[in-house]
């Protein structure tokens, strides 16, 4: 099993900034990629950002390109998200989710596991 503990979730004024991480522990041996997706009220679980294992490519939701960077630290089993520029619509419980497969991808259906989620709060 692996489990999965976001941080760094916080209120915060729109136009600010904000770094969640998502620290992995457990059996995580082997190459995965890892996402973050997020869930404001009233609304389905979405995308936000995905990093592979060795290559570092990234994928972005086009609603958050140039203002959300995802990296990782493949030593730590980390993986963090540099939010900038934040609005009031990136309000959300923001999760990180592992997929055992070093293809990063959109699709929350093929991640293994998640993190329990923290909440970002933007205020206008």
């Known amino acids: 099993q692996v489990q999965l503990v976001e941080s760094g979730g916080r209120l915060v004024q729109a136009g600010g900034s904000l770094r969640l991480s998502c620290a992995a522990s457990?059996?995580?041996?082997?190459?995965?990629?890892m996402g973050w997706f997020r869930q404001a009220p009233g609304k389905e679980r979405e995308f936000v950002a995905a990093?592979?294992?060795?290559?570092?490519?990234?994928l972005y939701a086009s609603s958050v390109k140039g203002r959300f960077t995802i990296s990782r630290d493949n030593a730590k089993n980390t993986v963090y998200l540099q939010m900038n520029s934040l609005r009031p619509e990136d309000t959300a419980v923001y999760y990180c989710?592992?997929?055992?497969?070093?293809?990063?991808?959109?699709?929350?259906?093929?991640?293994?596991?998640w993190g329990r989620g923290t909440q970002v709060t933007v205020s206008s």
């Open positions: 990093i592979n294992w060795s290559e570092g490519i990234t």
């Open positions: 457990g059996r995580t041996f082997g190459t995965y990629a």
């Open positions: 989710a592992l997929r055992r497969n070093n293809i990063a991808t959109i699709r929350a259906g093929l991640y293994d596991y």
